[in-house]
């Protein structure tokens, strides 16, 4: 009777559709490539695919990304650079610009599931911005949602603000660990991040209050890396890394242990 029953709670599972999935260790990236002009303005994708791969990440969001511009030759630039660190690319366009278009990209080594480009609230007289979102699946079969953005610029932090709060309804409800990265244009005691961390957190190490921008000599914090506050992340690592040929922001990497 005991292998029996045994044997229909193995059933139950199998037709029920549980997977008994692992846990994950992700390597996460964001970088504003400053359109691909480098800090000399010469216009280098060999060098920024270069800095990418050899920190080896998993996810890669990149900010100020052209698409087909003339300032930048007209180039691709994320299938450009997802050719040099043969990592799958996706570019969300958030404005026409230039003669092609301008927003943000996403390199992957994990095959996307689903992708979405939400377009952020801004004021009549501003920057469109957007956000990209990609669900991938990990090594151990986990779906893992990854978004990329770069929030207004301006000295006034109201289209920041509406920003933040578009991001926060958007993801408030979802139950997919959920990572955000970018170019927040914020820093750490802002309204902006405010808003944010009534969705997202970004760990408590001493590394991730380090400053950002710009990158020689960065002093002040304003690219992050985000988790949400499911419980199911841990920063096991975190760097600012500032490769000051490359562009005016230092990049942000983090190693993240996703429970699944």
């Known amino acids: ?27 996460v990236m964001s970088f504003n490539i400053l359109h691909g002009a480098t800090l000399e303005n010469d216009f280098n994708l060999d060098s920024l695919a270069g800095i990418i791969k050899s920190y080896n ?7 100020e990304v052209d698409f087909k511009t003339k300032r930048a030759k007209n180039h691709d630039l994320p299938t450009e650079l997802g050719y ?26 994990l095959s996307f599931v689903s992708s979405e480009n939400l377009a952020l609230p801004h004021l009549p007289d501003s920057e469109p911005r957007a956000a990209a979102i990609v669900r991938v699946e990990t090594a151990n079969k986990n779906i893992v949602q990854f978004v990329g953005t770069h929030l207004d610029h301006q000295q006034d932090s109201k289209d920041r603000e509406m920003q933040a709060r578009a991001l926060v ?16 244009n914020a820093e750490p005691n802002s309204e902006t991040i405010s808003i944010l961390k009534n969705v997202f957190e970004q760990g408590a190490s001493e590394e991730v209050k380090q400053p950002t921008y710009p990158s020689k000599a960065p002093t002040k914090k304003i690219d992050y890396i985000l988790f949400d506050q499911s419980g199911r992340w841990k920063l096991l690592d975190y760097k600012v890394l500032c490769e000051n040929y490359a562009s005016d922001h230092c990049i942000v990497m983090a190693t993240l242990l996703l429970y699944p």
């Open 169 to 184: 309804e958007r993801f408030h409800k979802d139950s997919i660990p959920t990572l955000l990265l970018g170019d927040l």
């Open 84 to 109: 040099r660190t043969k990592m799958a690319p996706l570019f969300a366009r958030a404005m026409y610009y230039d003669g092609g278009e301008y927003g943000e990209g996403i390199l992957s080594k």
């Open 1 to 27: 009777m005991n292998n029996f029953r045994g044997a229909l709670f193995i059933l139950f599972f199998v037709l029920s559709g549980y997977k008994n999935y692992a846990q994950d260790t992700l390597r």
């Open 57 to 63: 990440p998993h996810l890669v969001a990149l900010q």
